[in-house]
């Protein structure tokens, strides 16, 4: 019986999840988008939520893969570049432009990781912050090479406004397909490959995973969700500037969501995004200090670093075993 | 006659830099046998072995399985085709259970299974290698016997025609040594053709069909284990000019 159970707890748990995920956006989705005293709700449940989906995912090829990228702004910045050219220049719908963008910076990751994924150790995390940095720059001079107006530089592009409403309702979606994506991920083939190159690519490739492709692949849905982020920030902001969407600080923060919540678990992004968005929102109204919330992050980090590994999850998970069972932090116990 | 042969190399070179680390080495591995692979430290035994795996690919020379050149094909391609390594230094996915461990071999080798029936293949796989007591348990948390069958286990899983066994007694105490040598002929009762190196003389030569030693790079022998045993150029290679004299 607990054996029939124990081969049983994939799909069950796969399908838990699903429903606590679809739970939380019925309840998102539910918030009046039209009245004025829900504006502040509104306004920081997109920030939650975009940062979760960024979080959410890096962690496939953070997390997962165990390949650490410190340059993914290049994936937000370009998503949301696209979407904003689109949407000004063409007068594309700038919800319509997700996919495409998505595209764009999935195209552009397969270009970047594909020679860089094969670096070893701290090799790949650092060939991405040249990347990260080198887009930077690339997109706020590219005027200047072309001497067209294209980006325009570093001033950065005003976007028309755009219906708030329909901008949360898109967020919600784009955070569903997210979790459900890294859910299914994670219980499924492709995980198990994943984990088994984060743990020993060696020992991976000669038991028949092809990692090159799995991690391309990985790294590929990773900037997809990445620029989706971006171009529901430009849909949101109407204000695009190259040193804020792709800024090095960015990068950092998508590294430190996942690894703060929970590095390689389904919810750690989520408990993450809810610590960067929540704790700098409250924060930063209470004391109007901009670097209280980078220095209660700097020590949640070297915490998490010493005491727990696997962050609030890991966390939950030692709480209960409710908490265990609904987390998983334990790698041994899920992958 | 390299089309009688499983497998079979033809003048394989792997070169360091300077380095000549296999030597022009010929071999050939037979259906169902035990080839046995010895020589001193350094002879290049492993590199040989990293050569046929695909995890080097070979300076020149050609190695065949069933005809078909694998030399300088990925490792999981060669995978896939057949051929399968474990490593000297144990190299289990240490987080993992040992019941993970032995899924990602069955889900990403030959076996093709999915689901509930991959779940099978990996009990079956278990079963047979004697590890189901401790499927629950992280591979960090194994002894060095059992990581070593775990090792066995998850090449097994990819379901191979080919089983390359680097060292897999090294380390292990007289019981734990022949419970392996026990393991290695039922998998090759099972089918499956089996090339190992190892320095436990007593393992190999009572298990092994046939023997090549290496020294320095380069084949100085091959046959049954009688006739190496008493080979000159063996016991020169192992115990010095002076033993032979």
């Keep these: 019986m607990t054996e029939r159970l124990r081969r049983m707890d994939w799909a069950h748990d796969r399908g838990a999840q699903i429903v606590v995920v679809l739970l939380v ?6 918030i009046p988008t039209n009245e004025r005293q829900y504006a502040n709700l509104i306004r920081i449940t997109f920030l939650v939520l975009w940062y979760a989906i960024m979080a959410g995912a890096w962690n496939i090829i953070g997390g997962y893969a165990g390949q650490v990228s410190f340059g993914h702004a290049a994936f937000l910045g370009t998503g949301a570049y696209v979407t904003g050219t689109l949407w000004q220049t063409f007068h594309i719908d700038p919800l319509l432009t997700l996919p495409i963008a998505g595209l764009a910076a999935a195209l552009y990751s397969v270009i970047v990781g594909a020679p860089t994924l094969r670096l070893r150790g701290p090799y790949f995390a650092i060939a991405t912050i040249g990347v990260g940095e080198a887009t930077r720059l690339f997109v706020s001079n590219i005027d200047d090479i072309t001497g067209q107006v294209i980006t325009h530089g570093v001033t950065g592009i005003s976007l028309p406004n755009y219906d708030p409403a329909k901008v949360h309702y898109a967020t919600v979606a784009v955070f569903v397909v997210v979790m459900i994506t890294t859910i299914l991920i994670r219980e499924g083939r492709f995980g198990l490959g994943l984990f088994a190159i984060n743990m020993d690519r060696d020992a991976a490739e000669t038991s028949g995973v092809p990692t090159a492709r799995l991690q391309v692949l990985a790294f590929a849905i990773s900037a997809f969700f990445t620029a989706c982020a971006g171009s529901l920030y430009a849909a949101r902001q109407q204000f695009l500037d190259p040193t804020t969407m792709f800024g090095f600080d960015k990068s950092i923060q998508v590294v430190l969501m996942p690894v703060v919540g929970g590095l390689g678990t389904v919810w750690g992004p989520v408990f993450g995004a809810l610590l960067f968005g929540g704790v700098q929102d409250q924060i ?37 075993s409710a908490g265990r069972a609904f987390v998983r932090p334990r790698r041994e116990t899920t992958v | 006659m390299a089309d009688s042969a499983l497998l079979a190399g033809r003048a394989v070179v792997k070169r360091f830099g300077g380095l000549v680390a296999v030597n022009a080495v010929d071999f050939e591995v037979r259906r169902a046998e035990i080839f046995g692979l010895i020589g001193p430290n350094g002879a290049g035994k492993t590199t040989l072995f990293r050569c046929i795996s695909g995890m080097y690919a070979p300076t020149s020379g050609s190695i065949r399985l069933r005809g078909k050149e694998i030399g300088g094909l990925a490792a999981h391609v060669v995978c896939a085709r057949g051929v399968v390594t474990t490593h000297q230094i144990v190299r289990p996915f240490l987080e993992m259970n040992v019941r993970r461990n032995v899924l990602v071999g069955v889900l990403y080798g030959r076996s093709g299974l999915r689901g509930a029936r991959a779940d099978a293949e990996v009990q079956r796989i278990l079963e047979f290698t004697e590890l189901a007591p401790h499927e629950h348990i992280a591979a960090k948390s194994l002894t060095l016997a059992r990581r070593k069958r775990l090792e066995v286990a998850r090449a097994l899983a990819t379901r191979p025609d080919v089983l390359l066994l680097d060292e897999v007694a090294a380390g292990l105490n007289p019981t734990e040594s022949a419970r392996m040598v026990e393991l290695i002929r039922r998998i090759r009762d099972a089918g499956v053709t089996i090339v190992m190196v190892e320095h436990v003389m ?33 016991i020169k290679a192992y115990l010095g000019q002076e033993a032979v004299a």
Excluded: C, H
């Design chain 2, 202 to 234: 007593k393992a190999i030569m009572s298990v092994s069909d046939r023997i090549m030693v290496m020294d320095l790079g380069a084949k100085i022998a091959e046959g049954a284990p009688a006739e190496i045993a008493k080979d000159q150029r063996v």
């Design chain 1, 284 to 320: 930063s109204s209470l004391t109007r200090n901009p670097y209280l919330p980078q220095l209660i992050y700097g020590l949640l980090l070297v915490l998490v670093v010493l005491f727990e590994p696997l962050g609030v999850a890991g966390l939950l998970g030692r709480a209960s």
């Design chain 1, 25 to 30: 956006a019925v309840v998102l989705a539910a």
